[in-house]
């Protein structure tokens, strides 16, 4: 199994920005891969999913707001996160399935909280 480490979590105001970075332990390129968030007392959330080719979806929570992009060549996945409000807290978890044989897409934010591996999280707390 792929092993991912998450970083760049911390405390920010209402309205300001952090970037979340998550770093592979092999070759990502046929990894589907997600973030989702899991506040305390809450169900997991999933809130950014990238396609092997790119494509990305959101939760309608983020949308707007945050951006996920994947570095194939350096085995990293981002999630650049703006205008952070007190909702968002949460710790954050970087995931990634890869893509089964015969499928053509990862099935965006619907699969990510299925992806079977998965980070040791970051937290993210908005004041």
């Known amino acids: 199994h792929v092993q991912l480490v998450e970083s760049g979590g911390g405390s920010v105001q209402a309205g300001g920005y952090l970037k979340l970075s998550c770093t592979a332990s092999?070759?990502?390129?046929?990894?589907?891969m997600g973030w989702f968030r899991q506040a305390p007392g809450r169900e997991r959330e999933a809130i950014a999913a990238i396609e092997l080719d790119g494509i990305t979806d959101y939760a309608d929570s983020v949308k707007g707001r945050f951006i996920i992009s994947r570095d194939n060549a350096k085995n990293t996945l981002s999630l650049q996160m703006n205008s952070l409000q007190p909702e968002d807290t949460a710790m954050y978890y970087c995931v990634a399935e890869r893509l089964l044989v015969g499928f053509r897409t990862c099935g965006g934010t619907a699969t990510v909280t299925l992806f079977t591996n998965r980070g040791q999280g970051t937290q993210v707390t908005v004041s």
């Open positions: 092999e070759n990502t390129y046929s990894y589907c």
